[in-house]
């Protein structure tokens, strides 16, 4: 018997499917579980791990002195490690660097303790089954988390993953963390259900996160990000701008907080784990209908959401169907007045106030109408400047309060 028919027997009895998987995870081939062990398929309960395997994303091999596996251990987001994505844990074993896996939940945990597991054995093959069989055991880890809390918290799993891997590669040490958790966090400092979230400009939020000290310690650190933005259902399939607004605030946060990140295109496919702990879904696109007679404001991520200190809208394509809209009701409905009120956020302004900012946004709206058949005489216009609804405690209810309101009536 050769020694590579004697490796494929020992690989095919030495683990189940993700012993299979990791054999060749630094190779450009993607196998499919075989051998006398695969495991049978999970029978669903209030609390059981997904039993498909996660596949897509890039390969992902070793670059750092220890590697963290950040992963998902929640609804709404696929199960474990992508197979390409194990080069790393088979480099960092072979080598005897620390490496562990880190769940990302509501509160998130450790899984399997960042630590060195450098193959023991008498030969090369007797190491190379140890190798893989240690690597199984971490894929297996991934795979099989479920979650102990509600909700799912990206920065506070970052910030653990961080700090434990640095506890083991000392100061000077590179931490690597690979994250296959889709991002679409609910809690924390990064809160992606929050309204207004996807109104708030990626960078204020990184810079949000910074400023109010919750920035995880990721200098000598890298992050590499498998699939961010997509997300597995109840959670509805973000569009792609979403996706790479998703995508461009991850990185400005690593960046913000000292470390380097780097984005692996490709979605996540597998199954999330049955659970009875919930997550609230991310709506980035929740446009608000409008009221044609009376008052209404449009605020959030709505059709008339404008950029930061700007009269330029933040969507101008919806903004443009918005107002069309509203022009062919008034143009229909001579009778009746509009009184247009813009709001602002409360940060300095290149404006000679908060009131000129908003008075300007409304008077771009009046423009607009007006431009579209409304008689210039049926519209007023005001600057409300900040009017604290909501308060303002991070980026994305700064986003809420630059709003216009319509309140329109009679003509006198």
Same mark, same amino acid.
């Given at each position: 018997?050769?020694? +590579? ?16 998987? +990791? ?45 963290? $596996? ?55 093959? /007797? ?45 000077? !040490? ?21 309204? !207004? ?5 990626? /960078? ?26 997509? !997300? ?47 997550? +609230? ?44 809209? $509203? ?19 409360? $940060? ?24 579209? !058949? ?11 400047? $900040? ?26």
């Amino acid at each position: 018997m050769n020694v +590579t028919s004697l490796g494929a027997r020992l690989a095919a009895t030495i683990a189940a499917a993700t012993l299979a998987l +990791t054999a060749t995870a630094c190779s450009s081939g993607t196998p499919t579980p075989t051998g006398p062990e695969a495991p049978s398929p999970v029978v669903a309960t209030a609390e059981a791990p997904s039993p498909v395997v996660a596949t897509g994303g890039g390969q992902i091999c070793l670059t750092g002195d220890v590697v963290v $596996y950040v992963v998902p251990a929640h609804r709404n987001a696929a199960a474990g490690i992508p197979l390409d994505a194990l080069c790393a844990a088979e480099q960092a074993v072979e080598s005897g660097k620390p490496v562990g896996v880190i769940a990302v939940e509501g509160t998130p945990r450790i899984v399997m303790p960042i630590e060195s597991r450098k193959p023991e054995g008498n030969n090369d093959l /007797s190491k190379k089954a140890a190798r893989v069989r240690i690597v199984a055991a971490l894929a297996r880890a991934a795979q099989t988390a479920v979650p102990m809390t509600d909700g799912t918290d990206l920065a506070s799993a970052l910030a653990l993953a961080v700090d434990s891997g640095r506890s083991v590669a000392g100061a000077t !040490g590179q931490v690597q963390l690979i994250v296959t958790d889709p991002g679409l966090s609910d809690r924390g400092a990064v809160n992606l259900a929050a309204k !207004g979230a996807f109104v708030a400009e990626p /960078s204020e939020m990184a810079n949000h996160v910074k400023a109010n000290g919750q920035c995880p310690k990721l200098a000598n650190s890298s992050v590499a990000f498998v699939g961010l933005g997509y !997300g597995l259902a109840p959670q509805a399939e973000l569009t792609i701008a979403d996706r790479e607004r998703v995508s461009k605030l991850w990185s400005l946060v690593v960046e913000q907080c000292g470390g380097k990140s780097t984005l692996i295109p490709g979605k996540i496919s597998g199954r999330a784990p049955t659970t009875d702990h919930t997550v +609230t879904a991310v709506v980035p696109s929740d446009y608000p209908s409008f009221e044609e007679a009376g008052t209404f404001a449009l605020v959030g991520d709505s059709a008339l959401a404008f950029l930061p200190d700007s009269a330029g809208y933040l969507h101008p394509e919806q903004a443009s169907t918005f107002l069309d809209a $509203y022009a062919r009701y008034l143009v229909g409905h001579p009778r009746l007045a509009v009184v247009i009120s813009g709001q602002t956020a409360n $940060y300095s302004t290149r404006w000679a106030s908060l009131e000129a900012l908003a008075k300007a946004r409304a008077e771009q709206v009046k423009a607009d109408l007006v431009a579209r !058949g409304v008689e210039s005489s049926r519209l007023t216009t005001q600057g409300l400047g $900040y009017r604290a609804n909501p308060p303002q405690v991070d980026a994305a209810t700064a986003a809420l309060n630059r709003a216009v309101t319509f309140a329109a009536g009679p003509l006198p």
